[in-house]
């Protein structure tokens, strides 16, 4: 029932950020679903499902952007007794809000702040938020190309141990639209602890999208989550590999 919960409550907000967002539509906002399913049945049944929102407003000096994830999976297994064993493989739910406030043509002053849960990794909530600096090292119609600086408050509970301390923060985000209807992005974040730099997490992010017809388009994401640090007998890697459809609003 908590999982049920859990799901309803991601959906609903998904709609909330669509509705928004494409009320405001005039205003520059620029909204995306997504939506990935995979099956499978036989000698075991595995299902997996993970749904997306973005959404992107863009002006002159002020640029703000929100993500909000959730990734769900379970496996079935019926071994020579016959009696079916199933088990989660899979429930994440993540978000990110950032604002930057463009002081000049291509630097600009920003602040970024995160949230997760894992229950694979053990993560019962990890918040991260904080200022920095961005600048643009390119910048047009086809190509962006930014780098930031700055550091972040994070506090989380792993394992039912909570922690809360100041990290750094690097970034940097790549986006190449080869043409009209397809483009190819990158993105990675950096956050080392400032007084144990052995403690740190990493992530990467490479996709790509094409269009299909009309407003959808189809996906495909490579996620990779480093924790150097993990929960006991947790792996410090995570690595994801998603496909499905998106939905431009």
Not at 85 to 92: A, I, L, W
Not at 102 to 127: G, M, P, Q, W
Not at 238 to 243: R, S
Request: net charge negative.
């Amino acid at each position: 029932m908590k999982t049920l919960a859990r799901r309803l409550a991601l959906f609903a907000a998904l709609l909330l950020v669509c509705h928004t967002a494409s009320a405001r539509e005039t205003e520059g906002f620029v909204t995306d679903l997504n939506l990935g399913l995979n099956l499978t049945r036989g000698n075991s049944e595995t299902s997996t499902l993970n749904l997306g929102a973005q959404t992107k407003r863009v002006q002159a000096s002020h640029e703000f952007s929100a993500e909000v994830k959730y990734g769900y999976g379970r496996s079935t297994q019926r071994p020579n007794d016959g009696e079916k064993r199933t088990e989660t493989t899979r429930d994440v739910v993540e978000g990110e809000t950032q604002y930057n406030y463009l002081f000049s043509e291509n630097t600009y002053a920003l602040l970024v702040f995160s949230a997760l849960k894992d229950e694979i990794a053990n993560v019962d909530y990890r918040l991260i938020g904080g200022p920095g600096i961005g600048h643009y090292l390119i910048r047009n119609e086809i190509r962006l190309l930014s780098v930031e600086i700055g550091v972040s408050y994070l506090m989380e509970n792993q394992d039912g141990v909570k922690e809360d301390y100041i990290t750094g923060r690097l970034a940097q985000d790549f986006e190449w639209n080869l043409r009209e209807n397809a483009a190819v992005w990158q993105n990675l974040e950096y956050l080392p602890e400032l007084e144990d730099f052995e403690n740190y997490l990493l992530e990467v992010e490479i996709g790509a999208r094409a269009k299909l017809n009309g407003n959808l388009s189809l996906r495909i994401v490579l996620q990779n989550r480093y924790d150097n640090t993990p929960a006991p007998g947790k792996k410090h890697n995570d690595l994801t590999f998603l496909a499905g459809i998106g939905y431009r609003l």
